[in-house]
């Protein structure tokens, strides 16, 4: 649960004849992540091996299912709903002898190749009409948008073009330079006609008329003052305005529905063929991934070698499939990993915390020889968010969407999954400090000021529920009450201590991690290791039982300080104004740290005020005697979920991630990635 599951290196030599056979068994299992022998240079040469290399299969496949892809992408235009991953039928027999025999693979591949050559050509050939269709379409919307312009003066295409002695030039200026460039016209010649309409705030539409034998300087007079033309569509050129806008139109209704029938045809194929498609993608997958395999293996004339590592509890398993396959005809090896080997990490955690791996991973996969912290931070994770985000009623909802995103969505990630199971346990803790608070739908349940919003509008009363360990921090909602009370400043000191708390707790682990990879002498004097836990728990001590004297804070401060000295400049033989600069990053970073807690009270501030300006806003518009409190009720609500718990998520994962996990984790592991064969999507 918090270490990653123990793994034992295991190797093979096996007969050629039966090198198939074994790859045959694992395949299904799941159970061995290959180790790429072809790059130890001192095995090859020892042992004389040689890489084994993939066939023709691992390059074909790859050219088919790009093609799959392609038609699967056109298809979706015309059938968007998702289709359930068929079963492999005929070929799930193949796929599960695989790697079978060259010819039958060979077969069945020539078989998929010819279906999809003839599949390509149809559905290909209909996509390129339907984007013929569609850049048609396009163009009719430009020409629409140029009749417009033109319908302004009453004007059509064909008073524009052809003109034996005259020019016309029709487009857009800049409103403050219509006067400047008539009076450039002007100065060009005294016969013409100009005129202008505004289109926008900043632009006008501009027709002048000007004989031929101008019209090159006119041109001039204009690109100075940026006018631009409106191109003339060449096919409407023969029409009047009425004429034109009767031909788009026309041509519009008939691009329409050659698009539809299109769609159509498409659909239809879509609909018949799109489950061979994605049947004939699994097969392809799966060939591919078992003739990757074989890259796996060294070989020489007549023997197999293939290394990788096994969960230890199914090292047996293992063993007793390569045998099997084999007659016994092999040599099978069991070796701990090295300390110079990085095996791959396989985590297990509880249902419970196994939401949590998303947050984990994202941060970094944990390397094999360190602490897993999913299920830590399954616990200070929710508890972090719910004291900022403390309300019952808002908690409930969270929890119930939660579950929503993590069990009814099936369109999610996994990820996006594990991440709504996730805000199940937020919303959980939420809840429960909500009781504490006193606070549902952002409602206090404790009288202030002669008000008790949640009597007043719910009709419900209950006490805050005050637990012992934390009823010195929190007694009812952070907001409201008698001033003496001081309710914040309780709030703050809890954010410090907590935060003291979690840090020493991964310094902790930092230890344990650096014992695990035998570093313990390293892990004891880093900085993030004794030093770190003196300096938190000697500068508590002095800043809250105020001995601000000169022996507590030389024994509580300097002297953790000095040995984070030491351990740069004497241990880690760095320069001595390198180990003062980083003596001073690491005290600083000890003290910002702490300080970043502090976000916890204020988030929850922040919550509790927004709340409290819904419930005035409530109260300002008549009161519980007036209906006009509902919808501010659920606005403010639904903004608060959102906003808030948004923000709440945030900063809880920011604190684990920049406070807590860069104290002790590295998330440099490699992911357990063994062999296996999936034969449903």
């Known amino acids: ?21 074994v790859l045959k068994e694992l395949k299904d299992r799941g159970v061995i992540h290959f180790i790429d022998s072809s790059e130890n240079g001192d095995l090859l040469e020892k042992l004389k091996l040689r890489s084994a290399t993939g066939s023709w299969v691992r390059i074909e496949a790859s050219e088919s299912i790009s093609k799959i892809e392609n038609l699967l992408e056109i298809l979706r235009q015309a059938m968007p709903e998702e289709v359930e991953a068929p079963d492999l039928g005929e070929l799930e027999e193949i796929a599960r002898r695989l790697p079978a025999s060259e010819e039958e693979v060979k077969r069945t591949f020539e078989e998929i190749a010819e279906r999809l050559f003839f599949l390509e050509d149809r559905v290909l050939s209909l996509n390129n009409r339907l984007a013929e ?8 919307q430009s020409f629409r948008a140029t009749l417009e312009k033109l319908k302004v003066f009453g004007l059509g295409p064909r008073d524009l073009r052809g003109l034996k002695y005259t020019t016309v030039f029709f487009g857009v200026i800049p409103i403050e330079e219509v006067p400047a460039v008539e009076e450039g016209i002007a100065g060009v010649t005294d016969l013409y006609i100009a005129e202008s309409r505004q289109l926008s705030k900043k632009q006008a539409l501009l027709v002048l008329i000007v004989l031929k034998k101008y019209e090159a300087d006119v041109s001039r007079q204009l690109r100075i003052h940026r006018f631009e033309e409106v191109s003339i569509p060449l096919r409407l050129i023969p029409y009047t305005l009425e004429e034109a806008e009767r031909k788009v139109e026309e041509d519009r209704r008939s691009l329409e529905r050659d698009e539809a029938e299109i769609l159509k045809q498409l659909r239809e194929i879509a ?41 230890a509890h199914r090292v047996d398993e293992v063993v007793d499939i390569i045998e099997g396959a084999t007659g016994g005809a092999c040599v099978v090896q069991v070796t701990e990993p090295e300390e110079e080997e990085t095996p791959p990490t396989l985590i297990v955690n509880p249902e419970v915390t196994k939401p949590l791996e998303a947050l984990t991973t994202t941060y970094g996969t944990p390397h ?11 616990v200070t994770f929710p508890f972090i968010f719910g004291f900022m985000f403390g309300d019952v009623g808002q908690g409930l909802l969270l929890v119930l969407i939660g579950a929503f995103m993590g069990f009814k969505m099936k369109r999610l990630s996994d990820k996006g999954r594990k991440l709504g199971r996730t805000l199940i346990l937020c919303g959980i803790m939420a809840t429960l400090v909500g009781f504490m608070y006193g606070s549902m739908f952002g409602l206090e349940a404790e009288e202030v000021h002669g008000r008790a919003p949640l009597k007043d509008y719910l009709g419900i009363s209950f006490e805050p529920v005050k ?14 009450g008698s001033p003496e009370e001081n309710r914040i400043m309780r709030a703050v000191y809890f954010s410090i201590y907590l935060g003291i708390g979690l840090l020493i707790l991964s310094l902790i682990i930092n230890i344990i991690n650096h014992a695990m990879r035998g570093e313990l002498k390293h892990g004891l004097l880093s900085p993030f290791g004794v030093p770190g836990i003196w300096a938190l728990l000697g500068g508590s001590y002095v800043v809250f039982t105020k001995a601000f004297e000169p022996l507590p804070i030389a024994l509580g401060i300097g002297l953790p300080i000095l040995l984070i000295f030491v351990e740069g400049w004497l241990i880690k033989k760095e320069g001595i104004l390198i180990a003062i600069i980083e003596t001073f990053e690491n005290s600083m970073k000890y003290l910002t740290n702490t300080l970043s807690f502090l976000r916890i009270t204020i988030i929850g501030v922040v919550h509790a005020a927004l ?13 519980p005697a007036s209906k006009l409190w509902i919808p501010i009720f659920i606005l403010g609500n639904l903004i608060i979920l959102v906003m808030e718990g948004f923000i709440s998520f945030v900063h809880t994962l920011r604190l684990h991630f920049y406070e807590i996990f860069s104290k002790f984790y590295n998330g440099n592991g490699i992911p357990f990635s063994p062999l296996k064969v999936i034969y449903k999507e």
Do not use: C
């Not at 094999?368 to 399954?378: F, G, L, N, V």
């Open 467 to 480: 637990v012992p360990v934390l009823d010195k921090f929190f007694s009812g909602a952070l907001l409201g």
């Open 133 to 140: 269709v569609r850049k048609e379409r396009e163009e009719l």
């Open 1 to 21: 649960m918090l270490k990653p599951l123990p793994m034992r290196k295991l190797e093979a030599v096996l007969l050629e004849e039966h090198k198939n056979h």
């Open 271 to 311: 609909e018949r063929e799109m489950a061979n498609l994605l049947r004939y993608r699994r097969f392809l997958d799966i060939a591919k991934t078992v003739d990757e395999a074989n890259q796996n293996f060294l070989m020489t004339r007549n023997t197999y070698y293939l290394a990788g590592w096994v969960p």
């Open 368 to 378: 094999y020889r360190e602490i897993d912290p999913t299920s830590i931070i399954a």
């Open 611 to 623: 709340s409290m300006m819904m419930v005035n806003a409530m109260y300002a518009v008549g009161g």
